[in-house]
């Protein structure tokens, strides 16, 4: 890892620091629930707008549309074209206790 410091003090790093933010994915096929990192001064919908083909999920659990849990992984890349919908964690309690 390098750091470089300018004259004002502000530090820069090879390291790009990004939030985890639980998710739960529906594919065409499959729902994941799971981690999507954000970068720095973005929101979800920015990360999802991203050019490249496919997007990193972290602790994943796929399931069957049935709800059976298929697999599970530690990393998986979904391919962007596949994705239907993404709902944050949160609002899917928010959604449960009538809010």
Do not use: C
């Amino acid at each position: 890892m390098t750091i470089e410091f300018d004259d004002n003090g502000k530090f820069f790093t090879d390291i790009i620091s990004k939030t985890p933010v639980p998710v739960l994915i529906q594919t065409v096929i499959h729902q994941i629930h799971g981690n999507i990192h954000i970068g720095q001064d973005r929101r979800l919908k920015d990360e999802l707008d991203l050019p490249e083909k496919f997007i990193a999920i972290t602790d994943a659990i796929i399931s069957s549309s049935d709800g059976q849990v298929l697999y599970r992984t530690h990393f998986l890349a979904v391919q962007r074209d596949e994705i239907i919908w993404v709902m944050p964690d949160k609002e899917i309690a928010n959604s449960t206790n009538g809010s």
